[in-house]
């Protein structure tokens, strides 16, 4: 069975201090690993898909990278409107195109 | 590109009544869209994944009866909770798979905004 698993459940940080979110996954046969922003009230919003090791992927102050364990997505001088839950997800070779997703780790950034 | 909408975005029934929501792909076509449920504080749930012109798949637990899955164009995927509850409160998503290949491929659900239902 595909699991996802990130960490922390909760993170704090002070403007302009840099962190970075954990998605470790196990699955058979990954196509593709999902980076998602979801903010309270709303639907889920397209950050980044990384497709093999070794890949990152780049926008604005986020950062993704992907081994064959985990993902990191790195948050440099986080600002205040980077606050909001991120959600990582993956797509399985033996699922189709359904997703499995983590529980997400809800980011604050206070000023 | 790659928007998804949903409508309405927040609807209030009465325990017994039956609630359609509309998930649309404004500029892509979708062959495939998905259905989701999300409780406060807690991640999505997939609920069924719906293929144009055929039956929707619905996960282990989920009632077909109670939660019926159209979708007739490729653009326009709807979910009607048919006699609803209270415990069928919740925050509804549907999200749409684009896919293109060649060099830059890629296949990517795209989320809508999400519908928020409450069932007196």
């Known amino acids: 069975e595909d699991q996802v698993t990130q960490s922390p459940e909760a993170l704090r940080l002070q403007e302009g201090e840099s962190s970075s979110l954990n998605c470790s996954y196990t699955v058979s046969g990954l196509r593709g690993l999902f980076w998602y922003r979801q903010d309270p009230g709303k639907g889920p919003e397209f950050l980044f898909t990384l497709y093999s090791a070794g890949e990152e992927k780049e926008k604005e102050r986020l950062k993704a990278t992907l081994t064959k364990k985990e993902s990191f997505l790195h948050i440099t001088a986080p600002k205040p409107e980077d606050s909001a839950t991120y959600l990582c997800a993956v797509q399985a070779g033996s699922s189709g195109s359904r997703l499995t997703f983590g529980e997400g780790t809800q980011l604050t950034v206070n000023p | 590109g790659a928007v998804v909408s949903q409508h309405p975005s927040r609807v209030i029934c009465k325990s017994g009544t039956s609630v359609k929501i509309e998930c649309r792909s404004l500029?892509?076509?979708?062959?495939?869209m998905f259905w989701y449920r999300q409780f406060p504080k807690k991640s999505l749930m997939l609920m069924a994944t719906s293929n144009e012109g055929s039956k929707a798949t619905y996960e282990q637990g989920v009632e077909k009866d109670k939660f019926l899955i159209n979708h007739a164009s490729l653009t326009l995927s709807t979910l009607t909770v048919t006699s609803a509850h209270p415990e069928d409160s919740s925050f509804y998503i549907c999200?749409?798979?684009?896919?293109?290949?060649?060099?830059?491929?890629?296949?990517?659900?795209?989320f809508g905004p999400g519908t928020r239902l409450t069932v007196l």
């Open positions: 500029d892509f076509q979708a062959t495939t």
């Open positions: 999200s749409a798979r684009y896919t293109s290949g060649g060099a830059g491929y890629t296949d990517t659900q795209y």
